[in-house]
């Protein structure tokens, strides 16, 4: 064993060392010690609105994706690159609305509303603009298809979706929850300690994940349309076509938009957060069914009528696709190899090869990082030099720190 290598022991280690992605766990699992809010830095965080008890924290640690990250996935192909799997292929929604209003081509939203109707679930745990601060993203419990698709579309900015995981359990329903891989493996773990996850979820569906953006990425659009946040009606990070336009709206009838080549233009503006930058499994390894975008290139090159790619990673994952497809709600197109995902999804390619070298980095400057397993960063390792004295000397002058928030969000859906 490395004994350079050290993992966070506390919620405030976790935070202090910039290995929390905000996913809400905390909050859901100790609400009476911590409360999600906004730092300054535009990061969602739990803070301590009680004493911080390490003894009693240790059931978040064994969940937190900032302590572990386990790939779960149980298909019986198996690529380097993209782990376990059922089937990789082409889908979108079958309902056209649906495709058109969703983010890519609606494979999360009509694989949900699948659940729905088929009465395989009773409700949907996901996440979606807050309607009324809608530049900012709140959990949400849908129980009809509307809402489902009224909540579809990308949200680029801190998201805590696991803020609502008690009170989705404490309904007592079969349920499925849509997420952040992030998230599929928090849930993933709990589910070893609490047996109701077993007994109620039905299935964790995730998009691949580039990274989540600090609120600021979002802010920073604001100011450029000269708009301030208390004049919102509308944020819409993409949707209503593919990819569809960043569109903001006012009160006072003014809207706003920019491509969505436009908004991601400028790399140095996206604000992405430190764990994603560390994330070692930004494709759903522990989700049933994860979607994704399929731009040759990685990039849009204009607007087109919606396609996802969708990888089943679990029995759960491809028995609902088939039914949805059964069904009419979701249509399958042409196969995909795995090599044509690394075409799609270069940047997830690149930060697969380069994780376990900043790990590398972290811990050589004597910083904590989680533990993982089954997600083949050693055989992934191609020992980047570069990234590692990069992460090393950021870890050094102290830029993955963070503060915990100060104040609770104060918006608890409770
Ligand atoms: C932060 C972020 C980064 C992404 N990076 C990539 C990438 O690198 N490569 C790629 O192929 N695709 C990426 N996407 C995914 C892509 O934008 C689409 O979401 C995906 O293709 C699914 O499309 P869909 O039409 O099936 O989604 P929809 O049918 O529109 O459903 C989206 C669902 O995701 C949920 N959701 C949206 N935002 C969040 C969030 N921040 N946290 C938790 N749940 C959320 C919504 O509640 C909704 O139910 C990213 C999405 C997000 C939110
Ligand atoms: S990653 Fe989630 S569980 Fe871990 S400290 Fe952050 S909010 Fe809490
Ligand atoms: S990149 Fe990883 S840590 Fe960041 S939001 Fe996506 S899944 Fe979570």
Partial sequence: MDDTVSHPQSVREVVENGLCIGCGLCEALAPDRWSMGMTAQGRLRPAPIAAELEAEDQPILAACPGCVSNATAEGDLEDPMWGKYI?????????????????????????????????????????????????????????????????????????????????ALERGQAFAIIAKPCDAGAVSQRAKADPRLDALLVAVLVMVCGGASELGKSEDLLEEFGVTEDELTLFRYRGYGNPGPTRVETEDGRAFEKTYQEFWADESGWKIQSRCKLCPDAIGEAADVAALDIWPGGTPVGEDEGFNGIITRSKVGQDLVQAAVAAGDLVLGQDHDPRQLDDFQPHQVSKKHAVAARLRGLSKAGQPTYRHEGLRLESLDVRDEAEERGAFERAKAGRFKEEMPIHPRGDSNG
């Fill in 87 to 167: 089937h990789i292929g082409e889908a979108w929604a079958g309902d056209d609305d649906i495709r058109f209003r969703a983010a890519t081509g609606g494979v999360l939203t009509a694989l949900a509303v699948h659940l729905l109707r088929s009465k395989k679930a009773g409700f949907i745990l996901h996440c979606a603009a807050d309607t009324e601060n809608p530049m900012r993203t709140k959990w949400e419990i849908s129980e009809t298809a509307e809402q489902i698709l009224q909540r579809a579309g990308s949200r680029y900015g801190p998201s805590d979706t696991l803020a609502g995981l008690e009170k």
